[in-house]
């Protein structure tokens, strides 16, 4: 799914909102989860996950055509980790979605 669906997912669903109605609410909702995870916030949306910091400790690398070592910063990258009831139902779809139609 993508931004432009979300938008018109919730622009269906809501007939009281127009268009740009759902997309600016989209646009908020996504903006305040960016600028709380920068300021290192937790965000935990009950039912669906959390998103948290991950912190990646400094480390030597290899440049692959070179051979050379390089020194690799220390990161902080976003993390996602659903929640019990998305799990489970991604799980009881799972085995519908693997099926292959017979040939």
Same mark, same amino acid.
């Given at each position: 799914m993508t931004r432009s669906d979300l938008v018109e997912e919730l622009a269906a669903r809501f007939g009281q909102l127009t268009h740009r109605d759902a997309e600016f609410a989209v646009k908020t909702l996504l903006d305040a989860m960016s600028d709380a995870l920068v300021r290192g916030h937790r965000i935990e949306l009950r039912g669906f996950g959390t998103f948290s910091i991950n912190r990646r400790p400094?480390?030597?690398? +290899?440049?692959? +055509?070179s051979g050379e070592s390089v020194a690799i910063p220390e990161k902080r990258v976003p993390h996602f980790k659903p929640g019990k009831a998305l799990r489970e139902a991604v799980d009881a779809r799972t085995p519908a979605l693997l099926e292959l139609p017979a040939k």
């Open positions: 400094p480390r030597m690398g +290899r440049n692959p +055509r």
